[in-house]
């Protein structure tokens, strides 16, 4: 199997900690950010994002697709819980993750702080990281205290509701966020345990070997790490803007 996409994307993070669980641990990676993919990441990725798999003749892009995918076409630990009530909560969550908390943390703050002045060598919009934090965020945050558990995971086992949620919580660390655990204590520590986790902590140093280089290091600096590098790549060296944002 082969992922095209960062190490730092939390909806690469999200397929890379279910295939973890899934027990599918022998996979290539090209950690591409979208911004800089080519053709060819074009016509693998018709939206420029990532995360891509490639399984055999398959391509995928969209990790709640891929996630669904890989729930379906292996066995082992099972993605989504058995009640159809249970399974469709679990999926509301991952698409409040995917849509409300990727606004927020991604394109609020991630991008903002860390992707328009490194690659578009542009300010960061400090109205807007403002807005996510002082209005948006506590909003998301309030919503989330009442919908997770004080102990364990959502559905019993950990599953990809749990993974949907968390992966971004991540991207707020690097962003230097982090949960305010007086005002909201389930989330913190729900947040806490699940990053945690060894389907999340593994991937940590390939993610901090990916954010600390520049792009002509980053390569040596992922296989020093151990990263399972695909030998050839979809990226260029200038970025391009993606199609769904400026
Ligand atoms: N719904 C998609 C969202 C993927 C996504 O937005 N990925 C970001 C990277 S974290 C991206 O590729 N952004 C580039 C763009 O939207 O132009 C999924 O779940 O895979």
């Not at 998301?140 to 992966?167: K, M, N, R, S, V």
């Not at 729900?190 to 945690?196: D, G, I």
Request: a negative charge; aromatic letters at 10%; glycine letters at 8%.
């Amino acid at each position: 199997m082969k992922i095209i996409g960062s190490y730092a994307s939390p909806y690469v993070r999200k397929v890379l900690a279910c295939m973890v669980l899934k027990g599918l641990e022998d996979y290539e990676i090209d950690p591409i950010t979208p911004f800089f993919g080519g053709d060819e990441f074009d016509r693998l990725s018709p939206l420029r994002r990532i995360p891509v798999l490639i399984d055999g003749d398959l391509v995928l892009t969209d990790s709640s697709v891929i996630c669904a995918y890989l729930d379906e076409a292996y066995p082992g630990h099972k993605l989504l819980p058995e009640a159809p009530a249970d399974r469709a909560r679990a999926r509301w969550l991952e698409e409040y993750a995917d849509t409300r908390l990727g606004d927020l943390f991604i394109w609020g703050l991630f991008y903002q702080k860390i992707v328009r002045p490194l690659v578009w060598n542009e300010p960061t919009d400090t109205k807007r990281v403002n807005q996510v934090l002082t209005e948006d965020l506590p909003k998301a945050l309030d919503y989330l205290e009442g919908q997770l558990p004080e102990h364990g995971f959502l559905f019993g086992a950990i599953g990809l509701a749990d993974i949907a949620l968390a992966t971004f919580f991540r991207n707020g660390e690097h962003a230097g966020f982090t949960v305010d655990a007086g005002r909201w204590p389930i989330t913190a520590s729900f947040v806490a345990r699940t990053l945690a986790q060894d389907c999340f902590d593994r991937f940590l140093k390939f993610e901090q070997a990916q954010l600390s280089t520049n792009p002509a290091g980053r390569r040596q600096a992922l296989l020093a790490a151990g990263a399972p590098l695909a030998e050839t790549s979809v990226g260029v060296r200038e970025p391009r803007r993606g199609m769904m944002r400026l």
